[in-house]
């Protein structure tokens, strides 16, 4: 069974509702994963998409920040939902297909600005969620599983626009490029947008700092989809929709897609 998944931080689902309705229509993708939602689960505008043909949901919620949620087309069910470092957040929801593909949507903290946990609770709390979901890979070993979402770290070189510049800032560190590395070993995860397209600078973030941020082009990846060993194989057409950053009234993320033929 084919299907084509795709990962955005829509930066408020209600805000932008009316830009996920027209990703629907033009993507079609069957399975799309959001991250910072904004939103308690009651207020996330179901009706809106089930009548666009994603009639399953699954999701957790918050009043205005954090938020995690799954809309497909293909019949789906809640496969639980994890509190990593314990930080009561709603960042983690499962979904599990019918063919047993199990969907884990992560938002991964953003880390505050300063990379050093010492002084700044937000980077410790974010080496701490990596570091559990890290512990809980290596507990029970993930099978026919895929991982996305915005896990707000640029592991490689080439996935910032400027690696010797961004080495002492926020989502590109040694210090967290390690610790997804380990959450990645762990898990035996395969970064499939990397299996397809191995080369060359690849960008799924634009800060809305930046006055013309096409022109400007100082990106980093901090969106990714991963899938166990198992099933990476089966994946492929990975692509970033790069232009969705440029609507009228953007989230700061573009939407990154792959399918897979299980």
Same mark, same amino acid.
């Given at each position: ?8 931080? %829509? ?16 993507? #079609? ?31 957790? #919620? ?6 995690? !949620? ?17 930080? #009561? ?13 199990? %969907? ?6 953003? #880390? ?33 599983? %895929? ?38 070993? !762990?898990?035996? &995860? ?14 799924? &973030? ?19 989809? &991963?899938?166990?060993?198992? %099933? ?31």
């Amino acid at each position: 069974m084919p299907f084509t998944l795709a990962t955005w931080n %829509i930066n408020s689902v209600r805000l932008r509702e009316d830009l996920v309705l027209r990703f629907l229509r033009d993507a #079609g993708p069957d399975v799309l994963c959001l991250q910072e939602c904004k939103s308690p689960v009651d207020r996330i505008p179901r009706e809106a998409f089930t009548a666009l043909g994603y009639p399953h949901m699954v999701a957790r #919620g918050q009043k205005g920040y954090n938020g995690v !949620a799954i809309l497909s087309k293909l019949p789906m069910e809640e496969a639980g939902a994890e509190d990593f470092a314990g930080l #009561g957040h709603a960042r983690h929801i499962a979904g599990r297909l019918e063919n047993g593909v199990t %969907i884990h949507n992560h938002y991964v903290p953003a #880390g505050g600005d300063k990379p050093d946990r010492a002084i700044n609770d937000k980077f410790g709390q974010k080496l701490d969620y990596l570091t559990d979901m890290r512990d809980a890979f290596h507990k029970a070993a993930p099978q026919r599983a %895929i991982l996305v979402g915005d896990l707000n770290i640029a592991p490689r070189e080439d996935d910032v626009w400027d690696h010797k510049k961004l080495l002492k800032v926020v989502s590109h560190t040694p210090v967290e490029v390690e610790h997804l590395a380990q959450v990645q070993d !762990a898990g035996g &995860w395969v970064d499939v947008t990397r299996q397809d397209i191995p080369e060359g600078r690849l960008y799924s &973030w634009w800060s809305y700092r930046s006055p013309d941020w096409d022109a400007a082009d100082k990106g980093r990846r901090l969106d990714h989809v &991963w899938a166990t060993g198992d %099933i990476a194989t089966a994946a492929h057409s990975s692509r970033v929709l790069r232009h969705v950053r440029g609507w009228e009234g953007p989230s700061d993320h573009a939407p990154v897609l792959a399918t897979f033929d299980l």
